[in-house]
Protein backbone atom coordinates (compact mmCIF):
# COMPACT_ATOMS: atom_id res chain seq x y z
CA UNK A 1 0.00 0.00 0.00
CA UNK A 2 1.73 3.50 -0.97
CA UNK A 3 2.08 5.69 1.96
CA UNK A 4 0.03 8.32 2.71
CA UNK A 5 0.76 11.82 1.69
CA UNK A 6 1.43 14.48 4.88
CA UNK A 7 -2.35 16.06 3.83
CA UNK A 8 -3.92 12.31 4.14
CA UNK A 9 -2.44 12.01 7.38
CA UNK A 10 -3.39 15.33 8.94
CA UNK A 11 -6.87 14.46 7.07
CA UNK A 12 -7.12 11.12 9.60
CA UNK A 13 -6.44 12.62 12.95
CA UNK A 14 -8.38 15.41 12.18
CA UNK A 15 -10.78 11.85 12.14
CA UNK A 16 -10.26 10.26 14.86
CA UNK A 17 -9.95 13.26 17.17
CA UNK A 18 -13.43 13.87 16.33
CA UNK A 19 -14.27 9.40 16.50
CA UNK A 20 -12.91 9.04 20.17
CA UNK A 21 -14.52 12.58 21.84
CA UNK A 22 -14.38 12.11 25.31
CA UNK A 23 -15.97 8.90 25.97
CA UNK A 24 -13.65 6.70 24.15
CA UNK A 25 -15.15 3.11 23.18
CA UNK A 26 -13.23 0.38 23.19
CA UNK A 27 -13.32 -0.83 19.74
CA UNK A 28 -12.79 2.60 18.48
CA UNK A 29 -9.67 3.13 21.06
CA UNK A 30 -8.01 -0.18 19.65
CA UNK A 31 -8.32 0.88 16.23
CA UNK A 32 -7.23 3.79 17.40
CA UNK A 33 -3.79 2.38 18.89
CA UNK A 34 -3.13 0.85 15.99
CA UNK A 35 -3.19 3.73 13.63
CA UNK A 36 -0.75 5.25 15.46
CA UNK A 37 2.01 2.20 15.40
CA UNK A 38 1.45 2.26 11.92
CA UNK A 39 2.77 5.34 11.46
CA UNK A 40 4.99 7.90 13.86
CA UNK A 41 3.68 10.94 11.67
CA UNK A 42 0.53 9.20 13.06
CA UNK A 43 0.85 9.96 16.33
CA UNK A 44 2.75 13.57 15.29
CA UNK A 45 -0.43 14.36 13.47
CA UNK A 46 -3.02 13.43 16.34
CA UNK A 47 -0.61 15.56 18.99
CA UNK A 48 -0.83 18.76 16.94
CA UNK A 49 -4.48 18.30 17.12
CA UNK A 50 -4.83 17.90 20.34
CA UNK A 51 -2.35 20.94 21.56
CA UNK A 52 -4.54 23.28 19.28
CA UNK A 53 -7.32 21.88 21.25
CA UNK A 54 -5.90 21.95 24.48
CA UNK A 55 -4.71 25.89 23.96
CA UNK A 56 -6.19 28.22 27.23
CA UNK A 57 -8.88 30.06 25.88
CA UNK A 58 -10.48 27.09 24.55
CA UNK A 59 -9.65 24.88 27.56
CA UNK A 60 -11.54 27.24 29.75
CA UNK A 61 -14.65 27.32 27.08
CA UNK A 62 -14.63 23.76 26.89
CA UNK A 63 -14.89 23.64 30.98
CA UNK A 64 -17.59 25.92 30.49
CA UNK A 65 -19.58 23.81 28.38
CA UNK A 66 -18.93 20.67 29.94
CA UNK A 67 -22.29 18.94 31.24
CA UNK A 68 -23.64 17.68 34.04
CA UNK A 69 -22.45 13.72 34.88
CA UNK A 70 -25.97 13.01 34.56
CA UNK A 71 -26.61 13.79 31.47
CA UNK A 72 -26.50 11.39 28.32
CA UNK A 73 -23.17 11.80 26.78
CA UNK A 74 -24.01 11.69 23.21
CA UNK A 75 -20.76 13.51 22.02
CA UNK A 76 -19.01 10.35 20.11
CA UNK A 77 -20.84 10.82 17.10
CA UNK A 78 -18.83 13.25 14.82
CA UNK A 79 -22.02 15.78 14.18
CA UNK A 80 -21.74 16.31 18.03
CA UNK A 81 -18.36 16.60 17.83
CA UNK A 82 -18.19 19.35 15.89
CA UNK A 83 -21.41 20.82 16.98
CA UNK A 84 -19.30 21.03 20.44
CA UNK A 85 -16.42 22.77 18.34
CA UNK A 86 -18.67 25.59 17.27
CA UNK A 87 -20.03 25.96 20.98
CA UNK A 88 -16.61 25.69 22.87
CA UNK A 89 -15.28 28.43 19.92
CA UNK A 90 -18.38 30.25 20.85
CA UNK A 91 -17.62 30.58 24.00
CA UNK A 92 -14.01 31.13 23.69
CA UNK A 93 -14.97 34.34 21.91
CA UNK A 94 -16.78 35.59 24.37
CA UNK A 95 -14.00 34.68 27.21
CA UNK A 96 -11.41 36.96 24.88
CA UNK A 97 -14.15 39.82 24.24
CA UNK A 98 -14.92 40.19 28.26
CA UNK A 99 -11.61 42.11 29.21
CA UNK A 100 -12.31 44.62 26.32
CA UNK A 101 -15.55 45.70 27.94
CA UNK A 102 -13.71 47.14 30.70
CA UNK A 103 -11.20 48.28 28.29
CA UNK A 104 -13.53 50.65 26.40
CA UNK A 105 -14.75 51.64 29.65
CA UNK A 106 -11.24 53.28 29.87
CA UNK A 107 -10.69 54.35 26.59
CA UNK A 108 -11.17 57.38 24.72
CA UNK A 109 -11.12 55.95 21.15
CA UNK A 110 -11.63 52.28 20.37
CA UNK A 111 -12.14 50.31 17.16
CA UNK A 112 -13.42 46.55 16.74
CA UNK A 113 -12.61 43.56 14.93
CA UNK A 114 -12.05 45.12 11.21
CA UNK A 115 -11.77 47.92 12.04
CA UNK A 116 -9.22 50.56 11.72
CA UNK A 117 -9.40 54.51 12.31
CA UNK A 118 -7.11 57.32 12.15
CA UNK A 119 -7.30 59.57 14.85
CA UNK A 120 -6.20 63.78 14.86
CA UNK A 121 -4.66 64.77 18.28
CA UNK A 122 -4.83 68.42 19.48
CA UNK A 123 -1.16 68.91 19.25
CA UNK A 124 -1.40 67.68 15.54
CA UNK A 125 -0.37 64.31 15.90
CA UNK A 126 -1.82 61.82 13.55
CA UNK A 127 -2.97 57.92 15.06
CA UNK A 128 -3.93 54.84 13.19
CA UNK A 129 -5.77 52.24 15.30
CA UNK A 130 -5.58 49.27 14.15
CA UNK A 131 -8.11 46.51 14.68
CA UNK A 132 -9.54 45.71 18.11
CA UNK A 133 -7.60 48.27 19.32
CA UNK A 134 -7.71 51.18 22.26
CA UNK A 135 -6.19 54.82 23.45
CA UNK A 136 -6.38 57.02 26.11
CA UNK A 137 -5.50 60.21 25.74
CA UNK A 138 -3.97 63.02 27.84
CA UNK A 139 -3.50 66.43 26.27
CA UNK A 140 -3.37 69.17 29.09
CA UNK A 141 -0.95 71.79 30.38
CA UNK A 142 1.36 70.74 27.84
CA UNK A 143 1.27 66.91 28.63
CA UNK A 144 1.39 64.75 25.31
CA UNK A 145 0.37 61.16 26.93
CA UNK A 146 -1.21 58.46 25.11
CA UNK A 147 -2.07 54.88 26.66
CA UNK A 148 -2.68 52.01 24.45
CA UNK A 149 -4.98 49.81 26.23
CA UNK A 150 -5.41 46.65 23.39
CA UNK A 151 -4.01 46.12 20.05
CA UNK A 152 -1.77 47.82 17.76
CA UNK A 153 -1.23 51.89 16.38
CA UNK A 154 0.88 53.58 14.39
CA UNK A 155 1.75 57.54 15.38
CA UNK A 156 3.12 59.87 13.36
CA UNK A 157 4.11 62.72 15.80
CA UNK A 158 4.06 66.46 15.41
CA UNK A 159 7.25 67.98 16.05
CA UNK A 160 7.17 69.74 19.74
CA UNK A 161 10.86 69.63 21.57
CA UNK A 162 9.46 71.46 24.77
CA UNK A 163 6.91 68.81 25.23
CA UNK A 164 7.94 65.16 24.60
CA UNK A 165 5.21 62.84 23.11
CA UNK A 166 4.56 59.70 25.44
CA UNK A 167 3.18 56.62 24.97
CA UNK A 168 3.04 53.89 27.36
CA UNK A 169 1.82 50.24 26.80
CA UNK A 170 1.53 47.46 29.46
CA UNK A 171 5.06 46.77 30.21
CA UNK A 172 6.73 49.50 28.27
CA UNK A 173 6.61 53.30 27.75
CA UNK A 174 8.08 55.26 24.61
CA UNK A 175 9.00 59.24 24.58
CA UNK A 176 9.82 61.27 21.05
CA UNK A 177 9.54 64.71 19.99
CA UNK A 178 8.23 63.91 15.96
CA UNK A 179 8.56 61.17 14.73
CA UNK A 180 6.86 57.53 13.10
CA UNK A 181 6.45 54.77 15.29
CA UNK A 182 4.14 51.92 15.64
CA UNK A 183 3.33 50.05 19.31
CA UNK A 184 2.06 46.53 19.69
CA UNK A 185 0.69 44.76 22.60
CA UNK A 186 0.24 41.10 22.97
CA UNK A 187 1.18 38.47 24.80
CA UNK A 188 4.87 38.18 24.35
CA UNK A 189 4.88 42.15 24.92
CA UNK A 190 4.89 45.78 23.83
CA UNK A 191 6.16 45.64 20.27
CA UNK A 192 8.07 48.95 19.40
CA UNK A 193 8.79 49.56 16.04
CA UNK A 194 10.39 53.04 14.28
CA UNK A 195 9.81 54.09 10.54
CA UNK A 196 11.48 57.63 11.24
CA UNK A 197 13.10 59.71 13.64
CA UNK A 198 14.53 58.14 16.72
CA UNK A 199 12.68 57.03 19.77
CA UNK A 200 13.59 55.81 23.42
CA UNK A 201 12.00 52.78 24.97
CA UNK A 202 11.97 52.10 28.46
CA UNK A 203 10.78 49.26 30.39
CA UNK A 204 8.22 50.51 32.82
CA UNK A 205 9.64 50.29 36.50
CA UNK A 206 12.61 48.97 35.58
CA UNK A 207 16.04 50.48 34.76
CA UNK A 208 16.61 48.81 30.99
CA UNK A 209 16.63 51.83 28.12
CA UNK A 210 16.85 51.52 24.36
CA UNK A 211 17.24 54.17 21.61
CA UNK A 212 16.01 53.06 18.46
CA UNK A 213 16.99 53.98 14.57
CA UNK A 214 14.57 53.91 11.76
CA UNK A 215 13.75 50.35 10.86
CA UNK A 216 14.61 49.02 14.15
CA UNK A 217 11.99 47.73 16.90
CA UNK A 218 12.50 46.14 20.35
CA UNK A 219 9.52 44.57 22.96
CA UNK A 220 9.29 45.87 26.60
CA UNK A 221 8.82 42.01 27.50
CA UNK A 222 5.99 40.30 29.66
CA UNK A 223 8.42 38.39 31.59
CA UNK A 224 10.88 41.48 32.42
CA UNK A 225 13.23 43.79 30.76
CA UNK A 226 13.64 44.56 26.91
CA UNK A 227 14.55 42.38 24.10
CA UNK A 228 17.54 42.86 22.28
CA UNK A 229 17.23 45.79 19.73
CA UNK A 230 16.67 44.19 15.75
CA UNK A 231 16.12 44.93 12.08
CA UNK A 232 12.23 45.05 11.06
CA UNK A 233 10.62 45.03 7.51
CA UNK A 234 8.91 47.79 8.29
CA UNK A 235 7.14 47.80 4.84
CA UNK A 236 5.79 44.43 5.73
CA UNK A 237 4.67 44.81 9.51
CA UNK A 238 3.31 48.18 8.32
CA UNK A 239 1.27 47.07 5.72
CA UNK A 240 -2.18 46.69 7.55
CA UNK A 241 -1.96 50.72 6.95
CA UNK A 242 -2.85 49.92 3.28
CA UNK A 243 -5.21 47.56 4.33
CA UNK A 244 -3.00 44.50 3.36
CA UNK A 245 -0.85 41.49 5.16
CA UNK A 246 1.94 41.27 3.89
CA UNK A 247 3.89 37.38 4.76
CA UNK A 248 7.05 36.22 3.55
CA UNK A 249 7.72 32.08 4.23
CA UNK A 250 6.26 32.71 7.45
CA UNK A 251 4.38 29.86 9.35
CA UNK A 252 0.60 28.93 8.83
CA UNK A 253 -0.41 29.75 11.71
CA UNK A 254 1.21 33.02 12.08
CA UNK A 255 -0.72 34.26 9.25
CA UNK A 256 -4.33 32.32 10.13
CA UNK A 257 -3.45 34.28 13.52
CA UNK A 258 -3.19 37.49 12.60
CA UNK A 259 -6.06 37.67 10.02
CA UNK A 260 -7.96 36.30 12.89
CA UNK A 261 -7.53 39.36 14.81
CA UNK A 262 -9.69 40.97 12.17
CA UNK A 263 -12.36 39.15 12.38
CA UNK A 264 -15.38 39.34 15.20
CA UNK A 265 -15.77 35.39 15.84
CA UNK A 266 -12.43 33.05 16.31
CA UNK A 267 -10.90 31.10 13.96
CA UNK A 268 -9.34 27.26 14.69
CA UNK A 269 -6.30 26.19 12.80
CA UNK A 270 -6.20 22.37 13.12
CA UNK A 271 -3.34 21.56 11.07
CA UNK A 272 -0.69 22.66 9.15
CA UNK A 273 0.29 24.85 11.71
CA UNK A 274 4.54 24.77 11.05
CA UNK A 275 3.59 24.97 6.92
CA UNK A 276 5.25 28.16 5.65
CA UNK A 277 3.14 30.76 3.28
CA UNK A 278 3.88 33.74 1.56
CA UNK A 279 2.30 36.54 -0.35
CA UNK A 280 -0.22 39.26 0.42
CA UNK A 281 -3.68 39.33 1.64
CA UNK A 282 -6.20 42.20 1.55
CA UNK A 283 -7.40 42.56 5.43
CA UNK A 284 -10.56 44.63 4.11
CA UNK A 285 -12.02 40.93 3.72
CA UNK A 286 -10.40 38.49 6.07
CA UNK A 287 -12.78 35.57 5.31
CA UNK A 288 -11.12 35.74 1.90
CA UNK A 289 -7.80 35.71 3.07
CA UNK A 290 -8.57 33.30 4.80
CA UNK A 291 -9.90 31.27 1.53
CA UNK A 292 -6.66 32.20 -0.28
CA UNK A 293 -4.90 30.43 2.74
CA UNK A 294 -6.49 27.58 2.61
CA UNK A 295 -5.63 27.43 -0.84
CA UNK A 296 -2.29 27.58 -0.43
CA UNK A 297 -1.81 25.51 2.14
CA UNK A 298 -4.42 22.20 0.38
CA UNK A 299 -6.83 22.99 3.65
CA UNK A 300 -10.93 22.80 4.08
CA UNK A 301 -12.40 25.38 5.41
CA UNK A 302 -15.51 24.98 7.77
CA UNK A 303 -18.01 27.51 8.65
CA UNK A 304 -19.41 27.22 12.41
CA UNK A 305 -22.32 28.72 13.73
CA UNK A 306 -21.95 32.22 15.45
CA UNK A 307 -18.83 33.13 12.18
CA UNK A 308 -16.42 30.69 13.94
CA UNK A 309 -14.48 28.96 11.32
CA UNK A 310 -12.22 26.19 11.28
CA UNK A 311 -9.12 24.95 8.76
CA UNK A 312 -8.40 21.71 8.56
Do not use: K
Not at 111 to 120: D, L, N, P, S, V
Not at 169 to 188: I, P, S, W
Request: glycine letters at 8%.
Amino acid sequence: MPASTSGEVEEQALDWFLRLGDDRAAADRTAFEHWLAADARHRAAYDDIVATWQAPALRAASAALRPPVHRPDRSRQPWAIAARIAAVLLVACLIWQAPRLLIAWQADYTTRAGEQERIALADGTQVTLNTGSAIAVEMTGGVRHVRLLAGEAFFDVAHDALHPFIVTGRQGEVRVTGTEFAVRLDEVGDRVMLREGHVAVREIGGPDEAMLEPGEAITALASGGLSPVTRADTDSALAWLGGRMEMRDAPLATAVAEIGRYRAAPVMLLRGAGRNVSGSFSLRDPDAALAALAGLSDLTIRRLPGGAVVLY
